[in-house]
């Protein structure tokens, strides 16, 4: 077996990779919808640990899997002994014997450091509180296949620097774009990202700053799983961000709008941005499909070359 290469984090990939994948996602898409089966993860199985709970990345892991020609077993903790205090090292080394790949939602960032650590097979980051560089990939293809390159434009990030905040400031660095983010004061995204970011982001208080001009605009709901108790107190704070029809025409008129859902309609978007044909959510939700399957391609055959 090869050096095995797990994705947590775009940073796992070089720019030139992740433009590939993003390529391969959409020729994946369009064999799907001509029928063509294509199956180069025969008899693979992917193990699919879920700590938080889950609809696109469960279902886009496991259609994808089973589309490429393999299998998916759902993992919860309520059914394994990960959930009764077994340490994460010693999941790993068992469940890599038996897994061709795992994915794993998860909260601490540093649990999908140690279980990859102690992987014989690729891990993949299927969401944690630092990070969601599957969505990412997701939205970088569905921008492409709308407007083209996203190179040298400008994206706005109007909300919560949550996880999916610090990933789109990873993203401006791998896929070479600005970004704007608009928060609330004590809701920027994490310090380590934006330095990482190297210059490439700016943080200011005023949404309509933010989205003047841009050629994206994206958001997600003011209080992510595990915040449920902040939510009202949230929704205070982030009075004025919520994105419409109205905000999006400061936006260039070719911008296009991003929700990695579930949305809260009312909340951090409009019902009428939700429906508005700037809003390509549901493109942008199809494609973790195409690109998770591409990323599993991608290891997977890395990692048992024929």
Avoid at 42 to 69: C, D, H, P, W, Y
Avoid at 219 to 237: F, L, N, P
Wanted: charged residues 25%; negative net charge; glycine residues 6%.
């Amino acid at each position: 077996m090869s050096t095995v290469r797990h994705f947590l984090s775009l940073m796992d990939m070089t720019p030139d990779e992740l433009r590939s994948l993003i390529r391969r996602a959409s020729e994946l898409k369009d064999l799907r919808q001509r029928g063509v089966l294509y199956e180069p993860l025969k008899n693979r199985v992917l193990g699919m640990i879920f700590e938080k709970a889950s609809t696109r990345t469960r279902l886009s892991f496991e259609a994808g899997m089973i589309q490429l020609g393999g299998q998916a077993i759902f993992l919860s903790p309520r059914d394994t002994q990960l959930g009764r205090g077994e340490p994460i090292a010693d999941s790993a080394r068992v469940m890599s014997r038996m897994l061709d790949a795992v994915m794993i939602r998860t909260f601490a960032h540093a649990t999908l450091k140690n279980f990859a650590a102690n992987s014989q097979v690729p891990v993949i980051n299927g969401l944690s509180d630092d990070l969601h560089p599957c969505q990412l990939l997701a939205d970088m293809q569905t921008f492409h296949e709308h407007r083209g390159s996203i190179q040298g434009k400008t994206v706005a990030w109007i909300g919560d620097g949550n996880n999916m905040c610090n990933t789109f400031a990873q993203a401006a660095e791998q896929f070479d774009f600005q970004l704007k983010i608009a928060c609330p004061e004590g809701f920027e995204p994490n310090a380590f990202y934006l330095q990482q970011a190297k210059g490439r982001v700016t943080i200011t208080r005023d949404p309509l700053e933010a989205v003047a001009g841009a050629h994206l605009v994206s958001t997600d709901v003011w209080a992510s799983m595990g915040q449920e108790d902040e939510a009202e107190a949230r929704i205070a704070k982030f009075k004025g961000f919520q994105v419409t029809p109205a905000m999006m025409d400061k936006a260039d008129p070719s911008a296009v709008f991003l929700h990695c859902l579930p949305a809260h309609r009312g909340e951090e978007v409009s019902v009428d941005m939700m429906n508005d044909p700037r809003s390509v959510v549901f493109d942008q939700a199809e494609n973790r499909l195409h690109a998770q399957k591409a990323l599993l391609e991608m290891l997977v055959e890395h990692a048992y070359p024929a």
